[in-house]
């Protein structure tokens, strides 16, 4: 490239490298449970999934229902016009039953079934209907937990290597800025000042790495909490771009 190697040392390494984020979030069991219980608020399945226990018991009740007796009262009201006739039938009727005006009728009916099959059958199915319903619940929870229980130990490993390494990166660099030093006084050659260099941009690669994934597991925890997106209404939803990979305080 036309480059020489002194020309390369003074270049240094790449500006920046990942931010170190979340690292003042103590990752302990409280925060794991608190945002377990969050999470059952915030995540738009498990809601979906606690409406659809609802419904079951509504359709349990239902069906109970459904195999009681039934007792119907029926109301009626009307107007009777003047009938005449010269029918044999009109001269032994009583003669109030041929008068204008209004009339009412009252009906009570009694409806029970001695086998209630079809209702029986209705009652089964409404019954397993909740228990799926309630076995689908609980095991939502038990994955969540599950979720957010591993976001959290994978956190706190990446936190803490992140420091060990990061420990590194400030170690390489010293040693790299005192072989440069040395080469200015006359006492190392370039190809030293090189071999420190290669080490700290390699310390700086495995930082850069492990931010990376500490970026990514933050942002499956949110995922997991249902804190990656926020509803806006309209069955739209919006990203925080700025927080994206923060860690969120507990709730």
């Known amino acids: 490239m036309g480059i020489t190697l002194e020309e390369v040392i003074a270049m240094g390494p790449a500006p920046g490298s990942f931010p170190m984020l979340g690292s003042l979030i103590n990752i302990d069991e409280n925060y794991a449970n608190s945002w377990y219980s969050a999470s059952l608020e915030y995540r738009h399945d498990y809601q979906a999934t606690v409406n659809e226990k609802e419904a079951s018991v509504i359709g349990l ?37 041929n008068m204008a005006g209004m009339n009412y009728n009252v009906g009570l009916t009694f409806d029970i079934s001695p086998r209630y099959d079809y209702e029986k059958g209705q009652r089964v199915r409404a019954m397993a209907l909740n228990d799926a319903a309630e076995a689908n619940l609980e095991n939502l929870q038990l994955q969540i937990k599950k979720e957010i229980q591993k976001d959290c130990d994978q956190l706190k490993y990446f936190l803490g290597a992140a420091e060990s390494v990061n420990q590194a990166v400030e170690f390489s660099n010293k040693a790299l800025e005192n072989e440069k030093k040395k080469l200015e006084l006359g006492v190392s050659t370039a190809f030293n000042v090189a071999l420190m260099q290669n080490s700290y941009l390699n310390a700086l690669e495995r930082q850069n790495g492990l931010l990376e994934q500490l970026n990514q597991a933050i942002l499956q925890f949110k995922h997991h909490t249902g804190t990656l997106v926020e509803a806006t209404g309209n069955s739209t939803f919006t990203v925080n771009s700025n927080q994206l990979f923060t860690l969120p305080e507990a709730p």
């Not at 009307?78 to 032994?92: M, P, R, T, V």
Request: net charge positive.
């Open 61 to 97: 009740d239902y069906s109970k229902k459904g195999m009681l007796p039934r007792l119907n009262l029926s109301l009626g009201a009307g107007y009777n016009g003047i009938y005449k006739s010269e029918a044999l039938d009109q001269y032994y009727r009583p003669f109030f039953t």
